[in-house]
């Protein structure tokens, strides 16, 4: 329920806090005293746009403070969803400033929007705020011609919230699979000529069998290949150098040793250099024995070069294919290769899973589906019956409805049916779609009488009626303000209203008025008294000031309560 509503700076309200009782208030004043300003400021709590004009003194921010007093589980889990702090009193608060944006011609102010103190966006604000408090107006009977609204109501009455949470949890899963699946098809689709050239691709380079680095090895090789005749001739020419004829050099260098030592005895310094001369030997000996060994190993292979040759040009055909320069970069393609491959077959998978899932959802929601237009169908009789009845309470004796469900062939957000609600206010005329026969006034009773009867089954607390009495009077006018006391014993309701015979039934009455303050126009609003509220209804009933009779049938009303 709504507690307490505080305005301060919004239109013509400079500071304004309101208690409202649990059951029914009553709004009245006179045509423009600011009653639709009242609702502008309530409606800022649910949601809607800020207008910065709205924010009568520039210099200050307008301040628009709703405290709510809710225990129902939908809050509650509200607050769990968007991991917000439940408390048992829920303060919502709307902040504009006076300043327009830039690019704003109309004057549409910045806002800011609290939930307990803490900033929230404008959608969770209208999504908490639409679970605590309704405001219906006159246009909003235009709902009534709108299947969800129609299907809402049997859902009220068919108190199957439950499955139809269910169903609706399994719809949304529904349609992200139908959407996912469809999505991936398409890319199974394009990809299976991808498919086919990238397993070429993966097959030509398995086939070649890449070693990285292995282009550096078979160049070398190649270039040694190309060049083992000139390498075996100096090979061939050193070895005879060192070791072959009489004056190579190994012949040479042991002649010089065997005369030195002749010598050796007569200077210390000739011994030091026959040892020298001995290694000198010594590794020359070795450095011609492997020159030889090297020599003898080298052998022009012409079928080596071939499958060289061949070897390089398979790599440098890849490389160029490819645009890349190594074996190393062929081999990273070849992974990714791989990889695209793998997610390509994944895709397959991944396919089939959500098919099954599809399958498996579609099963479940034809079976909740046909619950849940058994249980339409099972209250269908007995709502119309109610409507009807209640109808002719307010004036309307000749009224038929009747309720019509149809099977659509898909899933919709509510199960597989389509409702009409069939209306005629005349005897003898036939049943047609409410929208396409049903006037302003009995529009409004319709409305009426539907949310009077489905105000017990929704954990909806607070309803505000805007005028919805509007084209009726004398004995309908009472049955109406029955309704509204009806409801008020569901929920909080709140009435704005013209009619003396509704205002006598509130549990508490508020007059909207306005006054010239400080050459401005202020709108006030307040409680009233018994006393108060005798003379408030009689100047409703009277159209001048209202005399004696007046005040004892405004009394009377009130005693009638």
């Given at each position: 329920?709504?507690?307490?509503?505080?305005?301060?700076?919004?239109?013509?309200?400079?500071?304004?806090?309101?208690?409202?009782?649990?059951?029914?208030?009553?709004?009245?004043?006179?045509?423009?005293?600011?009653?639709?300003?009242?609702?502008?400021?309530?409606?800022?709590?649910?949601?809607?746009?800020?207008?910065?004009?709205?924010?009568?003194?520039?210099?200050?921010?307008?301040?628009?403070e709703?405290?709510?007093?809710?225990?129902?589980?939908?809050?509650?889990?509200?607050?769990?969803?968007?991991?917000?702090?439940?408390?048992?009193e829920?303060?919502?608060?709307?902040?504009?400033?006076?300043?327009?944006?830039?690019?704003?011609?109309?004057?549409?102010?910045?806002?800011?929007?609290?939930?307990?103190?803490?900033p929230?966006?404008?959608?969770q604000?209208?999504?908490?705020?639409?679970?605590?408090?309704?405001?219906?107006?006159?246009?909003?009977?235009?709902?009534?011609?709108?299947?969800?609204?129609?299907?809402?109501?049997?859902?009220?009455?068919?108190?199957?919230?439950?499955?139809?949470?269910?169903?609706?949890?399994?719809?949304?899963?529904?349609?992200?699979?139908?959407?996912?699946?469809?999505?991936?098809?398409?890319?199974?689709?394009?990809a299976?000529?991808?498919?086919?050239?990238?397993?070429?691709?993966?097959?030509?380079?398995?086939?070649?069998?890449?070693?990285?680095?292995?282009?550096?090895?078979?160049?070398?090789?190649?270039?040694?290949?190309?060049h083992?005749e000139?390498?075996?001739?100096?090979?061939?020419?050193?070895?005879?150098?060192?070791?072959?004829?009489?004056?190579?050099?190994?012949?040479?260098?042991?002649?010089?040793?065997?005369r030195?030592?002749?010598?050796?005895?007569?200077?210390?310094?000739?011994?030091?250099?026959?040892?020298r001369?001995?290694?000198s030997?010594?590794?020359?000996?070795?450095?011609?024995?492997?020159?030889?060994?090297?020599?003898?190993?080298?052998?022009?292979?012409?079928a080596?070069?071939?499958?060289?040759?061949?070897?390089?040009?398979?790599?440098?055909?890849?490389?160029?294919?490819?645009?890349?320069?190594?074996?190393?970069?062929?081999?990273?393609?070849?992974?990714?290769?791989?990889?695209r491959?793998?997610?390509?077959?994944?895709?397959?998978?991944?396919?089939?899973?959500?098919?099954?899932?599809?399958?498996?959802?579609?099963?479940?929601?034809?079976?909740?589906?046909?619950?849940?237009?058994?249980?339409?169908?099972?209250?269908?009789?007995?709502?119309?019956?109610?409507?009807?009845?209640?109808?002719?309470?307010?004036?309307?004796?000749?009224?038929?409805?009747?309720?019509?469900?149809?099977?659509?062939?898909?899933?919709?957000?509510?199960?597989?049916?389509?409702?009409?609600?069939?209306?005629?206010?005349?005897?003898?005329?036939?049943?047609?779609?409410?929208?396409?026969?049903?006037?302003?006034?009995?529009?409004?009773?319709?409305?009426?009488?539907?949310?009077?009867?489905?105000?017990?089954?929704?954990?909806?607390?607070?309803?505000?009626?805007?005028?919805?009495?509007?084209?009726?009077?004398?004995?309908?006018?009472?049955?109406?303000?029955?309704?509204?006391?009806?409801?008020?014993?569901?929920?909080?309701?709140?009435?704005?209203?013209?009619?003396?015979?509704?205002?006598?039934?509130?549990?508490?009455?508020?007059?909207?008025?306005?006054?010239?303050?400080?050459?401005?126009?202020?709108?006030?609003?307040?409680?009233?008294?018994?006393?108060?509220?005798?003379?408030?209804?009689?100047?409703?009933?009277?159209?001048?000031?209202?005399?004696?009779?007046?005040?004892?049938?405004?009394?009377?009303?009130?005693e009638?309560?």
């Amino acid at each position: 329920m709504l507690q307490k509503l505080k305005i301060q700076n919004y239109a013509l309200f400079d500071s304004v806090e309101v208690e409202f009782p649990s059951n029914l208030s009553i709004i009245t004043g006179e045509t423009g005293a600011g009653k639709s300003i009242l609702l502008g400021a309530l409606s800022l709590l649910l949601g809607q746009r800020a207008e910065g004009d709205l924010v009568n003194d520039k210099s200050k921010k307008c301040i628009v403070e709703g405290i709510f007093i809710s225990d129902s589980e939908e809050v509650k889990n509200f607050f769990s969803q968007n991991d917000l702090d439940y408390e048992h009193e829920i303060t919502i608060r709307r902040e504009v400033s006076p300043e327009a944006r830039p690019d704003d011609s109309v004057g549409r102010g910045k806002s800011r929007a609290f939930i307990n103190d803490t900033p929230v966006t404008l959608n969770q604000l209208k999504s908490l705020t639409s679970r605590l408090i309704d405001i219906h107006s006159q246009h909003e009977n235009l709902a009534l011609n709108e299947s969800e609204f129609q299907l809402s109501v049997l859902d009220a009455y068919a108190a199957h919230k439950t499955t139809l949470a269910d169903y609706k949890q399994k719809f949304v899963r529904y349609k992200a699979v139908s959407k996912e699946l469809e999505e991936l098809i398409s890319k199974e689709n394009e990809a299976a000529k991808e498919k086919d050239y990238l397993e070429f691709q993966l097959k030509e380079m398995l086939d070649a069998n890449l070693v990285e680095g292995e282009e550096k090895k078979v160049e070398e090789e190649l270039e040694f290949l190309n060049h083992s005749e000139q390498i075996k001739d100096a090979l061939v020419k050193s070895t005879g150098i060192l070791k072959a004829g009489d004056d190579n050099v190994l012949h040479l260098l042991t002649d010089v040793k065997n005369r030195l030592n002749t010598i050796a005895a007569y200077n210390p310094k000739l011994g030091e250099l026959l040892e020298r001369l001995n290694a000198s030997i010594i590794e020359l000996k070795d450095i011609g024995a492997e020159v030889e060994f090297l020599e003898e190993k080298i052998n022009y292979d012409p079928a080596r070069v071939a499958v060289l040759m061949e070897r390089l040009e398979s790599i440098y055909h890849l490389s160029h294919k490819h645009r890349v320069n190594t074996v190393a970069e062929l081999l990273k393609i070849q992974d990714d290769i791989s990889v695209r491959l793998n997610s390509l077959s994944s895709l397959e998978t991944t396919i089939g899973k959500l098919n099954l899932e599809k399958e498996s959802l579609h099963k479940q929601l034809k079976a909740l589906a046909a619950k849940i237009s058994a249980g339409r169908d099972k209250v269908i009789p007995g709502l119309q019956k109610d409507i009807q009845k209640d109808l002719i309470l307010l004036g309307m004796p000749d009224a038929q409805f009747k309720i019509e469900r149809v099977t659509v062939e898909n899933f919709t957000n509510s199960g597989t049916d389509a409702v009409h609600f069939l209306f005629s206010a005349n005897k003898g005329k036939d049943l047609r779609e409410v929208e396409k026969v049903a006037s302003g006034g009995e529009l409004s009773r319709v409305m009426l009488v539907i949310k009077s009867l489905i105000a017990k089954y929704t954990e909806l607390p607070a309803i505000i009626f805007d005028e919805i009495d509007s084209g009726v009077s004398g004995k309908v006018a009472g049955q109406v303000a029955e309704l509204v006391f009806k409801i008020s014993k569901s929920m909080q309701v709140m009435m704005i209203t013209h009619l003396p015979q509704i205002a006598s039934k509130g549990d508490a009455h508020f007059l909207v008025y306005k006054n010239n303050e400080k050459n401005k126009t202020v709108t006030h609003i307040k409680r009233l008294t018994s006393g108060e509220r005798i003379e408030e209804i009689a100047r409703m009933i009277s159209t001048d000031k209202p005399g004696s009779s007046a005040l004892k049938t405004a009394s009377e009303l009130l005693e009638g309560k």
